[in-house]
């Protein structure tokens, strides 16, 4: 029997061209035909918030089984004990702190983890682990993102892409953020926990919605559920055969690799019961350049293809521009080319935003930005030293230059943002806040069940 499937659920609960730059910046000066009033709306970051949220004090978001209540009925002694009997790692997040303590929660989880078995051969694959979960679907409170439910089939990453703001996720488990494509951790008996998990806590009328409209599950936020380990493992599969078993989902999902399209029959299931709506991100059409950017993720114009056969296949399906990395992907009519190859490919839809740069990610980013492009190192340093943002000016100008792509292209607005949000405002179409969906991330990430 498969370490990662079993019948039922586990006994607990359930290449770049000189452009030159617009002056007083190294980066290229975007359209400005649209109103900014237009494409502005919520681009400030919240008040004091900086790069990294994990030094803030924030909510867990825990599920049906596993209150705050029952957490803090957890006695001294227990937690203790915990502590004395339990595993240990010298953690390369912070060594001189954190060397020989016990852990507990995630990381005891995660240390306990057992090796899952890989036909894979390669010296430079990851290593897999299988990790044992109470629950597969996490629940999102937060206003500022369009969705209330998250599925992440995997914890960590192999495309390895030098930008990502998910790899923060894996210092919840004592592990460094550089190790996200290195350790993969598998969901163990995903199928079984999300169909309880729906059972349990999905509502089909959503309080946001004043009852009229499904909550919104949206698959892939923290993990490309479609990564090379879904070709051994197919949890995300396991989670699309009961999500099709349902009528009057609201689901999305959200991927760089064209493996997807290995599941068309199941999504075609889904989308003829419920609301579904693809995401294929594309973040640009060089193949050196995403090659750099992106390593073991799909080329380009394999995953424009995907776009297609999906469109083909009668599935809505768009393309997602997410990250716009300033001096690197912005250049002019770079975006723009995106935009065209996807609707040629049937995308319905097109949105893009500005690179988000979390601690753990900089110490990843800032070394490749050294080695690759220098020249931009100082620009950075200034940008994003005291905080996660690009400036709010390069922000807006991005936005403008987006609604004026979706306007020429006539891209639609992603359907499940349609629905979740009923007041006017461009910026909302373009993308979440990233640092919302960072803050929905850490929630789910300190969670022992997820």
């Not at 890989?118 to 010296?123: D, N």
């Not at 990790?131 to 495309?159: A, H, M, Q």
Request: proline share 8%.
């Amino acid at each position: 029997m498969s370490p990662v499937h079993s019948p039922t659920a586990p006994g607990f609960r359930i290449q770049r061209r000189h452009v030159s730059p617009t002056p007083g910046t190294l980066f290229p000066e975007c359209p400005d035909d649209l109103s900014p009033k237009q494409a502005a709306c919520n681009l400030a970051p919240v008040e004091g918030q900086r790069g990294s949220i994990s030094d803030r004090q924030t909510p867990d978001c825990p599920p049906a089984s596993f209150s705050s209540a029952t957490a803090q009925r957890s006695t001294a002694r227990e937690r203790t004990q915990d502590r004395l009997n339990g595993p240990v790692r010298n953690s390369a997040v912070n060594p001189s702190e954190r060397a020989h303590t016990r852990l507990v929660g995630i990381p005891r989880l995660a240390a306990t983890s057992p090796p899952a078995e890989t036909k894979r051969k390669s010296a430079e694959r990851p290593e897999y682990f299988v990790l044992p979960v109470k629950s597969i679907l996490n629940r999102c409170d937060s206003k500022r993102v369009p969705f209330e439910w998250t599925i992440n089939p995997y914890r960590g990453c192999e495309f390895a892409c030098k930008y990502c703001y998910a790899r923060y996720t894996h210092e919840y488990m004592e592990l460094d953020g550089g190790e996200f494509e290195k350790k993969i951790y598998v969901k163990k008996d995903a199928g079984p926990l999300l169909a309880g998990d729906v059972a349990r806590k999905y509502s089909y009328a959503s309080e946001a919605s004043g009852g009229t409209r499904a909550e919104h599950i949206a698959i892939g936020t923290a993990t490309d559920p479609y990564q090379p380990a879904e070709r051994e493992y197919g949890v995300t599969r396991a989670c699309l055969e009961e999500l099709a078993k349902k009528e009057g989902l609201s689901v999305s999902i959200i991927t760089k690799s064209d493996q997807i399209v290995r599941d068309i029959d199941v999504l075609q299931r889904i989308a003829a019961r419920s609301n579904l709506a693809i995401d294929i991100t594309i973040t640009t059409l060089r193949t050196r350049l995403a090659r750099m950017l992106e390593p073991r993720a799909p080329r380009p114009d394999l995953r424009l293809a995907a776009v297609k056969q999906l469109s083909d296949a009668g599935l809505a399906v768009g393309v997602s521009a997410s990250p716009l990395i300033p001096g690197i992907t912005d250049r002019e009519g770079d975006l723009e080319a995106v935009a065209a190859a996807g609707k040629e490919a049937g995308a319905q839809w097109f949105f893009s935003g500005v690179l988000f740069l979390m601690p753990s990610s900089a110490k990843q980013f800032f070394p490749f930005l050294r080695a690759k492009f220098p020249r931009l190192v100082q620009q950075y340093e200034k940008w994003f030293g005291k905080n996660g943002y690009a400036p709010e000016e390069y922000r807006r100008e991005v936005a403008e230059r987006v609604a004026k792509i979706r306007q020429t292209y006539g891209f639609r607005s992603r359907p499940w943002v349609e629905k979740k949000h009923t007041t006017p405002c461009t910026q909302l179409s373009l993308g979440w806040d990233a640092a919302a969906l960072a803050n929905e991330i850490e929630r789910n990430a300190r969670q022992p069940e997820t």
